[in-house]
């Protein structure tokens, strides 16, 4: 891991429910938790399946690592994204897995 281009990340603890619902509620970027939540392993950015450009995905991974759900690093040239799921499940119990399995129930004739 490169840790030299590290992204800040926020300490769970001082994210608030209000900020976790701000980032939740557009379904892209509910659709890139329900990948990682589905991952057995870390994804890069541009391996999502995700209907936007890569600027507009660049700025959802962005409020979703200032809402402290995930957590990105370097591997080589890739940008690598993981679920903070084991910290976010202690600070926000249920939430995440509520998130995702409603996630799961939309039809798909209604996700981006």
């Known amino acids: 891991m490169d840790t030299d281009r590290v ?6 603890r001082s994210v608030t429910v209000q900020q976790v ?10 659709s890139i938790i329900t990948q990682l939540s589905g991952s ?21 991974f962005r409020v979703l690592r200032e809402a402290g759900l995930i957590r990105q ?5 890739s940008r690598m994204n993981s679920l903070r799921r084991d910290e976010f499940d202690d600070r926000f119990p249920g939430l ?11 039809p798909a004739q209604h996700r981006p």
């Open 7 to 12: 992204p800040e990340h926020p300490d769970v």
């Open 73 to 77: 690093y370097y591997v080589g040239t």
């Open 96 to 106: 995440l897995d509520a998130v995702v399995s409603a996630d799961h129930a939309t």
């Open 21 to 30: 619902l701000e980032a939740l509620v557009d379904p892209v970027r509910r």
């Open 40 to 60: 057995p392993a870390d994804i890069a950015c541009g391996a999502f399946d995700l209907s936007v450009s890569k600027s507009t995905a660049t700025h959802h």
